[in-house]
């Protein structure tokens, strides 16, 4: 156990929550890359991990870095990665190897502005590659997106436990302000003892006891990997009947809902409480979860109220998703920025008034 308080509220950075959490969750091992703005995550490990016996390494390269989360997936050890937009593109066909290999890892991207190398400016415009998978094949990487520190450090745990579940990797979806910025948050007492985890039964960690085990992502025979593939999916389809993770907020008797994660959510906090202060009817549905994605949520939103507004820190990919979902039960319109610029809680507030049909004046 590193010599963090624990139990009382401690004031912390979202970076250094993120790695607290993973040490805290069994993780002992983390390769990763230096890269703005998550730089604080690998500093925090490279500090800590040696406390709990733990394996840190600044690996030459981000392909390096996810190549030896291969490695200690496979071994069974719970692992993690982190990176920044460009940083997590290099990682993708590793990614893939990854979930091909059915292999259980926690990658973290704390995104910034782009395309290329663009900025280290908060961002939302990775959403289409993490929810869709990213990297070549049929495969898809389950992606929770935090909206401040508690959360974090929470559904960073929460993430080893899933990727574990579902033998697939997990992705932390957050952005520059989450993870630079400072609050207080409770480190709870209890930790994971790696020791007591359930053993991975299908782990390459030595073969005495029992006949020997291969991961493996290659499969030449056409029905032998579409039978892999088969198998992946049905995971995937379990996770969207158990692991869809929403929160609302004032829907109840809403005629107008926004919809946003992360940075763009806790905007929209601020700006529908203006909003409802001015009379208008406005609610948050939040996706905690991006994949699985809470389509029966929206669908059923959608159904309630007269439009719907989405905002994100992108110039438009989750209100695709959103649309599709909606098909045309009311009308689903797009509040975006980009490059590293924050929408406002005034521009929210005018987007609303616009739905609402009020003088914008």
């Not at 091909?100 to 190398?117: A, D, T």
């Not at 208008?280 to 994949?291: D, F, H, K, Q, W």
Request: hydrophobic residues 45%; aromatic residues 6%.
């Amino acid at each position: 156990m590193t010599s963090i308080p624990r139990g009382t509220r401690i004031l912390m950075r979202g970076n250094e929550a993120v790695a607290q959490a993973a040490i805290d969750a069994g993780c002992r091992a983390f390769f990763g890359y230096p890269i703005t703005p998550q730089n604080q995550v690998p500093d925090y490990f490279a500090r800590h991990m040696p406390e709990v016996g733990g394996v840190f390494l600044q690996a030459e390269s981000e392909v390096a870095a996810i190549n030896m989360v291969y490695g200690a997936a496979a071994a069974g050890t719970r692992v993690m990665t982190a990176s920044s937009s460009p940083g997590i593109s290099l990682k993708q066909e590793g990614i893939s190897y990854l979930a091909q290999s059915e292999l259980p890892c926690v990658v973290l991207n704390i995104m910034r502005g782009g395309s290329g190398l663009g900025n280290i400016a908060p961002a939302q415009a990775d959403y289409f590659q993490s929810v869709k998978g990213g990297g070549h094949g049929d495969y898809r990487t389950l992606v929770l997106a935090p909206w401040s520190v508690q959360e974090l450090y929470n559904l960073t745990r929460e993430a080893f436990d899933i990727a574990d579940r579902y033998r697939n990797p997990v992705l932390i979806l957050g952005d520059a302000l989450l993870g630079q910025m400072m609050e207080p948050i409770t480190i709870p007492e209890e930790v994971v003892d790696p020791a007591r985890l359930p053993r991975k039964t299908w782990a390459t960690d030595g073969a005495k006891d029992r006949p020997r085990n291969i991961i493996n992502s290659l499969y030449i025979e056409e029905p032998q990997l579409e039978k892999v593939n088969l198998r992946i999916d049905a995971r995937y389809e379990e996770a969207a009947r158990k692991e869809v993770r929403v929160a609302e907020e004032h829907l109840e008797g809403a005629r107008l809902a926004v919809v946003a994660y992360g940075t763009a959510a806790r905007v929209a906090v601020t700006a529908i409480e203006e909003a409802r202060s001015g009379g208008m009817r406005v609610g948050l549905l939040r996706p905690i979860a991006l994949y699985p994605f809470p389509s029966d949520e929206i669908a059923s939103l959608a159904d309630r109220v007269d439009a719907i507004l989405v905002a994100e820190l992108s110039l438009g990919q989750l209100v695709e998703d959103v649309r599709l979902v909606v098909a045309g039960r009311c009308p689903v319109h797009l509040l975006g920025r980009s490059g590293g610029v924050v929408i406002t809680p005034a521009d929210m507030v005018e987007a609303l008034r616009g739905l609402a049909g009020e003088d914008r004046g």
